[in-house]
């Protein structure tokens, strides 16, 4: 089973990876996929957003949603305002480099 980190970074660049990550569950379902939201993209995973419903439909689908503590402390963000379901790390760049030590696959989308 192929186990997939995804690195998204940039708010411009949310609904192409997002379009690219349903694209890589249909084709390889079984792929156990980890998408980490940091920097101007950690306002995606933000209730309301105008992707809410793409993040949601991910997490149905089984992908993983995390969000970097660090960049929502940054734009004054708090855990009440995650769309339901996303799960915080600290660092979003420490998750990456951990699950790339743990043999999981990385794309920056």
């Known amino acids: 089973m192929f186990r997939v980190v995804v690195q998204v970074s940039d708010i411009d660049s949310v609904d192409q ?3 690219s990550c349903n694209n890589l569950i249909n084709e390889m379902p079984d792929a ?10 950690i306002n995606a995973v933000v209730k309301g957003s105008r992707v809410e419903e ?15 503590r660090n960049s929502m402390r940054s734009r004054n963000i708090t855990e009440d305002q995650l ?3 996303v799960k915080i790390v600290n660092a979003g760049v420490a998750e990456i480099v951990r699950r790339q030590a743990e043999g999981w696959y990385y794309l920056k989308l």
């Open 17 to 19: 990876a997002i379009t």
């Open 32 to 41: 156990e996929v980890e998408v980490v939201f940091h920097q101007s993209a």
């Open 54 to 68: 793409r993040i949601k439909e991910l997490m149905r689908r089984g992908v993983t949603v995390v969000a970097c």
């Open 83 to 85: 769309i339901e379901g």
